[in-house]
């Protein structure tokens, strides 16, 4: 199973990023989506797991704070903040995170952490990130995807 894992789009889905959604079985999205047209859009690819960021405004009260789902056997707990996962992770292999726009693949005490940066607009002079991730029988493999600067 191919995961496509995004985070503070920010209003915009590059076209880049788009061309990577089109191999996905599963899209996740760590918050800060924006507007409401770029949930629709990331629908119409595959299946969209997706909470709620800070920017995420009154459009958005209908998206979860927080998701815990299981693909391929792996269990993903997603939340926008780092600073808003739960001390106890029991059962759980991966958070999925955003806010920082760092992008961070990290090991700690057996979960792993993932930040995909931000692929929206570019901000704070970061490199434009997001990743794809293949699952199987509970193993996940995650590639970082760094894409091209534009002009946005």
């Known amino acids: 199973m191919k995961?496509?894992?995004?985070s503070d789009t920010h209003g915009l889905l590059r076209p880049e990023a788009a061309e990577r959604l089109k191999?996905?079985?599963a899209i996740l999205h760590g918050g800060d989506v924006n507007?409401?047209?770029i949930v629709d859009q990331?629908?119409?690819y595959a299946p969209l797991y997706i909470v709620r960021g800070n920017n995420d405004k009154e459009w958005a009260e209908q998206l979860p704070h927080d998701?815990?789902?299981t693909l391929g056997g792996v269990t993903f707990y997603l939340v926008h903040n780092k600073k808003e996962v739960p001390a106890d992770l029991t059962g759980i292999?991966?958070?999925v995170f955003g806010h920082s726009h760092k992008y961070l693949l990290e090991e700690r005490d057996g979960v792993l952490w993932l930040n995909p940066g931000s692929c929206g607009p570019r901000r704070f002079h970061q490199e434009i990130t997001m990743m794809m991730a293949e699952v199987e029988n509970g193993t996940l493999q995650v590639e970082k995807i760094v894409i091209p600067q534009g002009t946005a």
């Open 3 to 6: 995961l496509a894992i995004l």
């Open 23 to 25: 191999t996905a079985d």
């Open 35 to 37: 507007k409401p047209s």
């Open 42 to 44: 990331l629908k119409q």
């Open 67 to 69: 998701l815990t789902v």
């Open 93 to 95: 292999d991966a958070v």
